[in-house]
């Protein structure tokens, strides 16, 4: 299997063979369950649905609560579709572990950033600010300064960098190396850092 969903569990630091200290990421990647396989004479295209976190019936609605009774799997809070070129290969309620990973695999990681509310230019898109506070300027630090002329557009352009809502997007980090993967644990230790908090959900996915 090319893609698995998983769970940050937090960061770390191995030291490889040389010595060297390497920053790293452990998630929690599976089991996950096959809940449907697309196909393309039904669907138009060929994928699986994979299901990670296992939750209460009682929290789940109808819709999803009879979805995950035809594919004969327990109710999962997390579900996702990883786009594969042969799905013959996999049959609906089929358990789909870590151990489809092998150390020195180069994974892109999906997930949801940290969300940092309401933020100004500084934070939000690392400005220098305007420089000294003499002549009266004292409360002018962080201001972002002008944002164009008043006579022409005498409005605002599409995609000004200003302050706003900042983080709780979905972010991809590509190329990390898988450095260890614990098979009877369900641990996946990849290089680097990947988006989201702790316990936040990520999506898995090997490079061909």
Do not use: W
């Not at 998630?27 to 996950?32: D, F, L, S, V, Y």
């Not at 669907?43 to 979805?67: C, S």
């Not at 000294?132 to 002329?149: E, K, L, N």
């Amino acid at each position: 299997m090319s893609g698995i969903l998983g769970k940050k569990i937090g960061m770390t630091s191995i030291f490889d063979d040389n010595g060297q200290m390497i920053p790293c990421t452990i998630i929690e990647a599976g089991p996950c369950y096959v809940t449907q396989v697309r196909t393309k004479v039904k669907d138009g295209y060929e994928a699986v649905q994979l299901g990670f976190d296992e939750i209460k019936e009682r929290l789940v609605n109808k819709p999803l609560k009879g979805h995950f009774k035809k594919s004969g799997v327990k109710p999962l809070r997390l579900i996702s579709e990883f786009r594969i070129i042969n799905g013959t290969q996999f049959q609906v309620g089929q358990e789909v572990r870590v151990d489809s990973f092998a150390q020195g695999d180069v994974v892109d990681v999906s997930g949801r950033s940290k969300g940092r509310g309401f933020q100004g230019v500084v934070k939000r898109h690392h400005f220098g600010g305007v420089g000294m506070t003499t002549h009266g300027q004292s409360d002018r630090v962080r201001a972002p300064g002008s944002i164009g002329s008043s006579s022409y557009p005498s409005r605002v352009l599409k995609g000004m960098r200003m302050a706003g809502r900042m983080g709780g997007e979905r972010v991809t980090v590509k190329n990390l190396k898988v450095l260890k993967v614990i098979a009877e644990s369900n641990i996946l230790i990849v290089k680097g850092s990947v988006p989201g908090a702790i316990n936040s959900y990520l999506e898995i996915v090997k490079q061909s």
